[in-house]
């Protein structure tokens, strides 16, 4: 497998450009998609370089999900949805734009969710639902 080091997320998790953080441990980072499907739209991600499904082991798997399951829990309390769209997309033919593993958590029904990476977002907005999340994780 070849890990293409500059992608956006790399680059996030290096810290070379900023993000809104939700919630950081020892192998995962979860942050505000920053063209969101609908309010609420956060990432997970692994700290494990792999691109997709396939190109990470068993157990960083289950840290990730882990965290998946965390953020899912805190976007319902803080948010007060019933329902939340888990999404995560395997290479370029299914639409996968970011060469890095992660999951994406959209607080909203299927049929109401924007286009995908379609419009950037208020930022103030993503901002401040950032905080309100991060405070329940
Ligand atoms: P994919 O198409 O790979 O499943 O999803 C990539 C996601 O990353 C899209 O939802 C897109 O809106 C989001 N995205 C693209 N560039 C950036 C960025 O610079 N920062 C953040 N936070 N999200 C991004």
Do not use: C, W
Not at 15 to 39: N, R
Not at 51 to 67: F, G, K, N, Q
């Amino acid at each position: 497998m070849s890990y293409d080091e500059n992608n956006i997320f790399a680059k996030i998790l290096r810290g070379d450009i900023p993000s809104f953080k939700v919630y950081e441990d020892d192998y995962t980072l979860a942050f505000m998609d920053i063209m969101p499907q609908a309010d609420g739209h956060t990432l997970v991600i692994p700290k494990f370089k792999a691109e997709t499904l396939l190109d990470i082991p068993a157990d960083e798997l289950i840290h990730t999900m882990t965290t998946v399951q965390k953020v899912m829990s805190a976007l319902k309390s803080t948010l007060g949805v019933e329902g939340v769209v888990l999404m995560q997309l395997n290479g370029e033919a299914a639409g996968q734009t970011v060469p890095h593993l992660h999951f994406h958590l959209i607080p909203e029904h299927l049929r109401k969710l924007k286009g995908h990476g379609a419009e950037q977002g208020d930022m103030e907005k993503i901002k401040a639902l950032a905080q309100k999340i991060s405070a329940a994780l």
